[in-house]
């Protein structure tokens, strides 16, 4: 059974797209820690971060520094945290969280609840800025 991120990645569930090539795509996490908290995958459905060819997963982290790059200058925050934690979800991911302080990576505080139009906004604002 495919995951929730390759039903996404088939166009099968909409997500705010923030960056893709032919190998990943980078999307808003629709539960944010932060304004701006994205996702970055690889297309290939892997369970573990770990078990990705060498290659792809040099290439993951690549793709993800363009991310959070792009997230560092439109989002209001001293330095773009990351976390791979792997066991919510079977297919590897990233999560670039904009922080200020060691405590805002912290996945059992409250998700922030924004409305599709504000969501919209900062995908495009961070899409904008991918270099």
Do not use: W
Not at 13 to 27: G, N, S, T
Not at 58 to 68: R, Y
């Amino acid at each position: 059974m495919a995951s929730i991120f390759s039903k996404i990645v088939a166009g099968e569930i909409p997500c705010y797209k923030v960056a893709e090539d032919d190998q990943f795509l980078a999307f808003l996490d629709i539960n944010p820690l932060a304004k701006g908290h994205t996702l970055v995958i690889p297309k290939k459905e892997t369970d573990y971060i770990f078990d990705i060819e060498d290659k792809e997963y040099q290439d993951l982290f690549l793709f993800a520094k363009k991310v959070a790059l792009a997230i560092d200058k439109t989002t209001n925050c001293e330095k773009v945290g990351i976390a791979v934690i792997g066991l919510e979800v079977a297919h590897a991911h990233i999560h670039l969280v904009p922080i200020n302080g060691i405590y805002d990576i912290d996945f059992s505080k409250p998700k922030l609840k924004l409305s599709p139009e504000e969501f919209q906004m900062i995908a495009d604002r961070i899409a904008s800025k991918i270099g």
